[in-house]
């Protein structure tokens, strides 16, 4: 079926399918197709949509959403699942981040262009066919071959209906780490387009590295099965795990502590670590063992993000550091 046509709202009741959506044709003469899975309950209920791979090298949801899909039954299911474990099909065939098609990260072009390049498209057809009349969007990532995040859930901290529902569904997840992020969503993430469209939204992070971890596929399974309870749409009430730490910040990893060398990055400090301003983060250095630059902390903060590939350019991107609630 082509993205285009799909109404949700007009799928069957009471089934549990896969299939395929088609998003553009490939010079070959075949299609670029995003894989959709879906349950419809036997009572009319919440519509949940669950997405990954919007990151071509992140693999925790194309793992769990499977999983997700086999926990859950028409007949004790009330409203709809949808999801896509893999959003942008051309990045996660080359395992990269981004789109060897276009160069385009889909986490940027949101809520995309009907008439645009592949990615663009892709962001369009998520959030007009699928994303618009959800009442919840989670949206499964991870730090990827490059970066290394711990497990948590992000959502919109704010004071209206929007962000009361988000942190309920990051609480029903049940991460050991809350991100709260204080709006405006910066443009083009799908969880801007959910803002944009009045959806709530969490989103998830977790080690990555090229592969997924047993026990991070298990938290992102039963994490949207606990939001799904919390929703009403299970039976059950969700007993999400202790929150370890809640953090708030703008989550933004484009504002992150650059590279201003090339080099070999040799980190010198792990994740959740406390630092203050000024204290060294790690060094870039060069194949005799010389520093190049000493990366320095730009805030007081907790490290939340850490690059793990070592080799970097002028401009990569190295650490993000955050901030405690309250
Ligand atoms: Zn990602």
């Known amino acids: 079926m082509d993205l285009g046509d799909l109404d949700v709202s007009q ?28 349950v419809t309950g036997k009572a009319d209920g919440p519509t949940l949509l669950v997405i990954a791979g919007v990151h071509g090298d992140e693999y925790e949801g194309v793992e769990a959403i499977p999983l997700i899909f086999q926990s859950v039954q028409p007949d004790a299911l009330r409203g709809t699942l949808l999801m896509v474990p893999v959003c942008n099909m051309p990045a996660y065939e080359a395992a990269t981040r981004s789109s060897p098609l276009d160069g385009l990260n889909l986490a940027r072009v949101f809520p995309g262009d009907a008439n645009g390049s592949i990615t663009q498209r892709i962001a369009h057809g998520v959030t007009e066919k699928l994303m618009k009349g959800s009442d919840l969007l989670i949206d499964l990532h991870s730090g990827g071959v490059t970066y290394h995040i711990p497990t948590l859930v992000g959502y919109s901290q704010s004071e209206d209906d929007l962000g009361r529902r988000s942190l309920a569904a990051a609480r029903a997840f049940g991460a050991p780490i ?14 801007r387009a959910a803002v944009d469209l009045g959806v ?28 799904m309870q919390g929703l009403g749409m299970l039976e ?18 484009d504002q992150v502590i650059l590279a201003s060398v090339a080099g070999y990055y040799r980190t010198e ?10 204290q060294r983060l790690g060094v870039v250095q060069d194949f005799f063992g010389q520093v190049l630059a000493e990366i320095r902390a730009d805030r007081d903060g907790v490290v ?23």
Do not use: C, N
């Open 236 to 253: 059950g009430a969700p007993a999400p795990g202790p929150v370890t730490h809640h953090l708030v910040g703008s989550g933004d990893l």
């Open 178 to 191: 809350l991100w709260g992020h204080p709006p405006p969503v910066p443009p083009g993430r799908s969880i």
């Open 269 to 278: 400090v792990g994740l959740l670590d406390e630092v203050k301003a000024g």
């Open 11 to 38: 799928l069957p009741r009471r089934r549990k399918e896969t299939g395929w959506l088609k998003v553009a044709s490939r010079p070959d003469g075949g299609d670029w197709r995003l894989p959709f899975l879906y």
């Open 304 to 326: 939340i993000m850490l690059r793990r590939l070592a080799r970097v350019q002028a401009g990569d991107g190295l650490a993000h550091l955050t901030s405690h609630l309250g």
């Open 200 to 227: 709530p939204w969490i989103y998830t992070e977790a080690a990555g590295g090229g592969f997924a971890r047993p026990e991070d596929v298990a938290l992102y399974r039963d994490g949207v099965l606990r939001v």
